[in-house]
């Protein structure tokens, strides 16, 4: 083992570059490896998009662009409150009759009532709030009569006799 003899020896700036260099060569070299067997091994077939252009990027950069694709692919909505509640206030009775218990559909509307109210102690921003709260009471009545006139209209399921045994003893 050698003794070095000079404490305040520096090392050489250019062989720390070559060190560095060999290293992202073996790395690339590597990384181009794992890739190479993937695509051997198939792990790269059937992934979305194959065979598809890429989409134009367009020419002026948006830092938003990731966003805007996430909203298209996954149908996400973006309405300003007045509006959300609006449309919630539109589907509430398609929402409810998806809805098993009276238990469950009473926490709904009291759910909705509370973003209604609360909306409307909110600055507004968008378009003005004309959703009203629902009466509770009244909706859950009208709950109540459209799911027996499902059950009454929905056929019953035949009642099977007990299966018979083949071999008695």
């Known amino acids: 083992m050698p003794i070095v003899e000079d404490m305040d020896e520096q090392p050489d700036p250019r062989a720390e570059k070559a060190a560095a260099r060999a290293r992202i060569e073996q790395q690339q070299t590597w990384v181009d490896l794992q890739v190479r067997q993937a695509m051997e091994l198939g792990e790269f077939d059937d992934l979305p998009g194959a065979g598809k252009p890429i989409a134009d990027l367009g020419t002026t950069h948006d830092p938003d662009w990731w966003v805007k694709r996430l909203v298209e692919r996954e ?37 909705f009532n509370a973003r209604v109210i609360r909306a409307r102690y909110t600055p507004v921003d968008g378009p003005p709030l004309i959703t009203m709260p629902r009466d509770v009471e009244a909706t859950i009545a009208a709950w109540r009569e459209r799911r027996a006139a499902r059950r009454r209209t929905t056929p019953a399921e035949p009642v099977r006799e007990p299966r018979r045994r083949r071999w008695r003893r």
């Open 75 to 111: 149908h996400i909505t973006v309405l300003p409150p007045a509006l959300q509640l609006r449309r919630d206030d539109a589907e509430l009775d398609a929402a409810l009759d998806r809805l098993a218990s009276e238990r469950e559909a009473r926490a709904f509307v009291e759910d």
